[in-house]
């Protein structure tokens, strides 16, 4: 079964500070890629995601993602952070072809200090 | 507005009993999910239902029960058997249960269920 391993629990930045979230998963087959977002008081939504083709994706709030497949890694960016892109952040992964059900990480809570 | 709506948001609950959360949606998705989220361990999945009529366990299902008799509905019970049901349920779908053409992969989450037993 894949396992995703989310390295941090809980990142604190100041506003305009850059950010990287670690995630790998243990899967060496075929694979979709997440990243969803869940702001305080709201429901999970998708960030990003990665299929196929080139394996930097771009997504919504200037977010990106870099895909390494010889790392198993699917790490989240942000070059400048905002305080409202506070919110807890879940990997999430996808075997193909015989197994469409995503496997979320733990999740990480990013404060962003004003 | 589309979207899935989950009743009921709080729900305590003694123990010993069995209690039913409610999922629907109005998105005409194929396939739908319940996960269940716990501080420090993410999304883990109970049921999925690519079909209705159709659902598969998911990695915790053990002391839950869903059906899908309805495409628009997806309603989750947890029994007296699940040892540990004080938590945060969520329920989402997406277009289709298996990846092809047309999947887009994305998930639609609902606002969620806690439970607390008492």
């Known amino acids: 079964a894949q396992s995703v391993s989310q390295h941090n629990h809980h990142v604190i930045l100041s506003e305009a500070a850059s950010l990287e979230l670690g995630c790998n998963y243990s899967?060496?087959?075929?694979?979709?890629l997440f990243w969803y977002v869940q702001y305080p008081g709201q429901h999970l939504q998708l960030l990003l995601k990665y299929f196929s083709g080139d394996p930097l994706v771009k997504g919504i709030k200037g977010f990106e993602a870099e895909f390494i497949k010889s790392k198993f890694s699917f790490n989240l960016r942000k070059p400048s952070v905002q305080w409202s892109d506070t919110a807890e952040y879940f990997c999430a992964v996808r075997d193909l072809p015989n197994d469409y059900k995503l496997s979320f990480g733990a999740g990480t809570t990013v404060t962003v200090r004003a | 507005d589309g979207g899935i709506t989950q009743s009921p948001k709080y729900l305590f609950r003694k123990e010993g009993q069995n209690v039913t959360l409610s999922c629907e949606q109005n998105l005409n998705h194929d396939a739908m999910y319940w996960y269940r989220q716990d501080p420090g361990q993410g999304l883990r999945l109970i049921y999925y239902s690519q079909i209705v009529n159709d659902f598969q366990k998911g990695d915790i299902a053990e002391g839950y029960s869903v059906s899908r008799e309805k495409k628009e509905s997806f309603p989750l019970t947890v029994t007296s058997a699940q040892k540990n049901p004080t938590a945060f349920y969520l329920c989402a779908s997406s277009i289709y249960g298996l990846a092809g053409l047309g999947d887009t992969g994305e998930l639609f989450f609902g606002e969620g269920s806690r439970l607390t037993v008492l």
């Open positions: 899967y060496g087959g075929t694979v979709n």
